[in-house]
């Protein structure tokens, strides 16, 4: 019996051996998965943000593209007006010239009716002349009555004859001029002609310069139409992503308090809200608590630019309640500080380590060192991102570390 009841205890002893190394195993799986499933949820986030992001530029593109294609329409559509104006009157001017240039036609052929009249006069009146110097002129002497007559008989012959030849000197230099006058008027309406087939041309290239923008400009309204609907298509895939991003978060976050709640136990008392600055140096604070990040996400916690490798301090006494590479978060550090005299619940954490310098279920004292400054898991920012993440949770939900933490 004895034996018996030795083999009992020895057996309790194992199991509780058994129950101990099995349960931090057991959460660092649960821990892993989770982590996993955040990064997965992460990554498709990411993923399906970029591509919309990829569509909405292109999409911005296409607008650009849209807006200038309306405003070399437009400057065409103004040309064409132009043109339409002056083609209007250059139509006037050619129907002005060709009426010129048919009243000078008109003129030069009743004035050359006019000088040929005369002509003929001219050459009656020389005929009659010739038939008096055959023997006529002596009937016409005797018929004179006055001395008068007799004497200027002869003046008046070369007057008409005179007179005769300054008409038709006349009417030539008459018809000469509306000779010139129909030549320029001529002239004229085919600089006429040739300015509206000019802008006849220029109307035809215009015609076709806006009938290749409204095309083009057609196939840049349906191109944005796609994109607007692939922008509204993957808005939805990129929202599902990120509420599955969310949700993962919000699991690990369950699975970090359930952690506090395991190493907080009743004898784990903060005895003071005198916290320290976690590094004893830094170069600036890049983001603060609450800032928007790339994803328009608010920042969880305040980041701490530091050379790679600085020392991170706990902030306060506690216990490593979780302590390990968490995805975005990198390597890194959880410390439950137990319940301080106001009722509350503190946890501080510290990621994007290069190396972590503790393990889960170690007990810490305020300025102990627990890791270093780093850049794993997702960082952004010049010389490799280096920098501490630090957040702090009151009551298991987030607070801004610096209404705590001395800067």
Not at 68 to 83: D, K, M, P, S, Y
Not at 104 to 125: G, I, M, N, P, T
Not at 227 to 243: I, L
Request: glycine share 6%.
């Amino acid at each position: 019996m004895p034996c018996f009841r030795l083999s009992c205890a020895a057996f309790a002893l194992l199991f509780a051996l058994f129950l101990s190394a099995a349960l931090p195993a057991a959460a660092q799986d649960r821990e892993q998965a989770l982590s996993d499933q955040k990064t997965q949820a992460q990554q498709e986030y990411e993923d399906a943000q970029k591509q919309l992001d990829e569509i909405q530029t292109q999409q911005q593109e296409t607008e650009s593209q849209i807006g200038q294609l309306e405003g070399q329409a437009a400057t065409v559509a103004a040309q064409l007006q132009q043109i339409y104006a002056s083609l209007q009157d250059a139509e006037r001017e050619l129907l002005a010239c060709q009426a010129a240039s048919e009243q000078a036609a008109q003129a030069l052929d009743a004035k050359q009716a006019e000088y040929d009249a005369c002509f003929v006069r001219s050459k009656d009146q020389m005929r009659a002349m010739q038939m008096l110097d055959g023997g006529g002129a002596i009937g016409l002497l005797a018929q004179a009555k006055s001395l008068y007559q007799l004497l200027t008989f002869s003046e008046v012959l070369q007057q008409i004859v005179s007179k005769n030849s300054q008409i038709l000197t006349d009417l030539r230099v008459q018809a000469q001029a509306l000779e010139e006058a129909r030549r320029q008027a001529e002239a004229a309406a085919q600089q006429a002609e040739a300015a509206r087939a000019a802008l006849n041309e220029q109307q035809n290239q215009l015609d076709g310069m806006q009938d290749a923008l409204e095309e083009a400009l057609q196939q840049a309204n349906e191109t944005w139409s796609a994109q607007e609907s692939a922008e509204q298509a993957q808005a939805v895939a990129t929202e599902a992503a990120r509420k599955a991003y969310e949700e993962a978060t919000a699991a690990l976050d369950a699975y970090v308090r359930a952690q506090s709640d395991r190493y907080t136990t009743d004898d784990l008392i903060l005895t003071s809200l005198d916290f320290r600055c976690p590094l004893d140096s830094y170069s600036m604070i890049t983001t603060q608590f609450g800032e928007a990040d790339p994803w328009g996400i608010p920042h969880r916690g305040t980041d701490f630019a530091a050379p790679n490798g600085t020392p991170i301090y706990a902030i306060a006494d506690g216990v490593i309640s979780a302590a390990g590479p968490v995805n975005s978060y990198g390597n890194c550090v959880q410390i439950s500080h137990g319940t301080a005299g106001d009722g509350s619940r503190y946890d501080s954490l510290y990621a994007h380590m290069s190396r972590i310098a503790v393990s889960q279920g170690q007990t810490v004292h305020k300025g102990d060192v627990i890791g270093y400054v780093g850049n794993t898991g997702n960082v952004f920012g010049a010389n490799g991102g280096y920098h501490l993440h630090l957040e702090l949770r009151v009551n298991g939900g987030r607070v801004n570390p610096l209404a705590y933490v001395p800067q």
